[in-house]
């Protein structure tokens, strides 16, 4: 995995621009990449505030070996300090929230890689659960979803852009009694979408549907809120500070859970 360092005059240029919201200079000394496409790689941080803590995010570009071809490795912790930090209601009636406490909830690693020539992506995508996750009559302490997706970016249409998504991933799930094993596999098919509304604001809203394809009973039955297959929803409006420096909302949802419960954040993201 590609490790990210960070000196120290580049954190405090980082600090600084998230706290004031200003502008770094010599934002024009190099070619920034546009940080509202879905498939632009660059070297990044970010730190979100969500309502179950601190999300962490670094990110680094790397040299494929082709001119026509850019990639990047991207990190990320979510859920630090969820019951100290976070604005869940632990006491709710529904109990979606059962659960939040202070350790990490999840990290996330994805590789990413775009063809020039075509706006063709392909992402490697690893979601490790630290939750505990009963899946039918079975309890799992961590479970790990692993996908490989492919994104293709279609023509842009006035101020709308789509980026249809198709992928098929594996569930790696620990249990406490006979270790790891793999209770199935699934199929994610769905869209990334951005609307310009100026120069400096943008929409996104990334559908996704989910359903299991093949394992245990118990996986194919119940792994998505106790049902084989789960739609799912995520909206962002962004606003972009400086050329380097961005400010977004997030809000994700799904079938099951309705806008008001789901998962939200505020996220500040820095361009290197």
């Known amino acids: ?10 954190a405090s240029a980082l600090m600084l621009s998230v706290i004031a919201g200003t502008a770094l200079a010599n934002d ?8 509202s496409d879905p498939l632009a790689v660059y070297t990044q941080a970010g730190i979100g505030y969500t309502d179950k803590g601190i999300n962490i995010k670094v990110g680094q570009s790397y040299d494929t070996g082709s001119d026509t071809t850019m990639a990047m490795n991207v990190m990320e912790l979510k859920g630090v300090g969820g019951d100290a930090l976070g604005f869940r209601d632990q006491d709710d009636s529904n109990n979606l929230y059962k659960g939040v406490d202070d350790s990490i909830d999840s990290v996330r690693f994805r590789n990413f890689k775009v063809d020039l020539t075509n706006g063709r992506g392909s992402q490697l995508d690893v979601v490790y659960s630290f ?3 009963m899946i039918g009559d079975e309890m799992y302490t961590e479970t790990v979803d692993v996908s490989y997706s492919l994104i293709q970016a279609l023509p842009k249409w006035g101020p709308v852009q789509f980026y249809p998504l198709a992928g098929l991933g ?5 249990q406490e009694e006979d270790g790891y094993e793999i209770p199935g596999t699934f199929a994610v098919v769905g869209m990334y979408s951005k609307l310009d509304i100026t120069d400096k604001i943008w929409l996104n809203y990334n559908p996704m549907w989910l359903s299991t394809l093949s394992g245990s009973e118990d996986y194919k039955d119940n792994y998505y ?4 297959s789960i739609l799912t929803h995520e909206f962002a409006v962004s606003y972009q500070l400086s050329k380097r420096t961005n400010i977004r909302y997030f809000a994700n949802w799904n079938e099951e859970v309705d806008f008001a419960d789901g998962d939200h954040r505020i996220e500040f993201n820095y361009q290197f």
């Open 28 to 35: 024009d000394a190099e070619e920034l990449q546009d940080m």
């Open 1 to 10: 995995m590609t490790s990210f360092k960070l000196n120290s005059k580049k």
């Open 131 to 133: 939750d505990d996750r």
């Open 225 to 228: 809120a106790n049902d084989s």
């Open 170 to 174: 594996a569930t790696l799930a620990n």
